[in-house]
């Protein structure tokens, strides 16, 4: 059993920090990752109902709030400066929408949550999982729309001088009781492919492959088990890029090889990526 999280409340903004984490997983951070030296770090997940945690408790098959992926990362990282902030809200895109402006909702948009985080919080670093309700045919995006916006996302965090990852839309399933489905595959496989051409693997979290029905609460709604293996992902890259120093915001995008960031080369980054607005 995963240990349970210490959890409190930062200007509305509820934080998940690590306790009791077994030896097997104390693997201190390198300090790389403190980006701002402050001596925490600071981990900002930014996303949908797939992010919110405090919902499934009450569905069927639910799961605990401390069950969800970024308070299992929290969790999973064991080393006691890190904090993790969760600002996902059911319903959110990454992409501006007519929705949250009709409703005035704050963090309906991956803006409004980093606003919100970059406003109240000393943030390091910003894993943004949205894309299940930017391709809702109400929105009127196209791929392109999307992962344009999520380019803006990372270019602003960027800016900031944080790390940035993206996570890859995940797959939804046939409605059970209608066998339909409430999303367009296709268009979630467009949107993925257009994420795939701007940003570098290393800046991608998976949260698409190897999914399978059974970690799933219904069609769209990820399980504990679904959450566990995205808290998974999510550590796996943030180890694997914590020792990587970005380049400088307002430069066009580099390759990192050998502990330096080298001329851009083909294959690399788009020349889309790595300049702030």
């Known amino acids: 059993m995963l240990p349970s999280p210490v959890r409190f409340c930062v200007f509305g903004v509820v934080v998940a ?14 300090e790389a990752l403190d980006r701002n030296a402050d001596g925490e770090i600071v981990v900002a997940c930014l996303g949908d109902s797939n992010t919110a945690s405090a919902w499934q408790h009450t569905k069927p098959g ?9 308070e299992q990362l929290g969790a999973r990282v064991g080393d006691p400066r890190v904090r993790v902030v969760n600002v996902g809200l059911g319903g959110a895109t990454a992409s501006p929408n007519a929705y949250g402006e009709l409703i005035n909702r704050m963090h309906f948009t991956g ?3 980093l ?4 406003a109240y919080q000393p943030v390091d670093v910003v894993m943004m999982a949205f894309g299940t309700n930017d391709v809702m045919p109400e929105h009127g995006l196209t791929a392109t ?43 979630i496989a467009a949107t993925n492919r257009a994420l795939g051409e701007i940003f570098a693997p290393r800046h991608l979290l998976d949260f698409h492959s ?15 088990a679904g959450q566990a293996r995205r808290a998974d992902e999510a550590l796996r890259k ?6 990587v120093t ?17 001329t851009k080369k083909p294959g690399d980054l788009s020349a889309l990526v790595g300049s702030a607005d």
């Open 145 to 187: 729309d999307i992962a344009d916006s999520y380019n803006r996302l990372w270019r602003r965090a960027r800016a900031h001088d944080l790390l940035g990852f993206v996570a890859i839309t995940p797959p939804v399933y046939r409605n059970r009781r209608t066998g339909k489905y409430r999303r367009s595959p296709e268009a």
């Open 62 to 70: 639910g799961f605990p709030e401390s069950r969800g992926w970024c």
């Open 238 to 243: 943030l180890r694997a890029l914590a020792e």
């Open 111 to 113: 803006s409004s949550q």
């Open 115 to 118: 606003d919100a985080v970059l």
């Open 246 to 262: 970005p380049p400088p915001a307002g430069v066009r995008a580099l390759g990192w090889s050998a502990g330096h960031w080298s």
């Open 17 to 30: 920090v690590a306790s009791g984490v077994p030896a097997a997983w104390a693997a201190p951070l390198p």
């Open 210 to 224: 190897g999914s399978s029905p059974g970690e799933y609460l219904d069609d769209i709604h990820l399980n504990a």
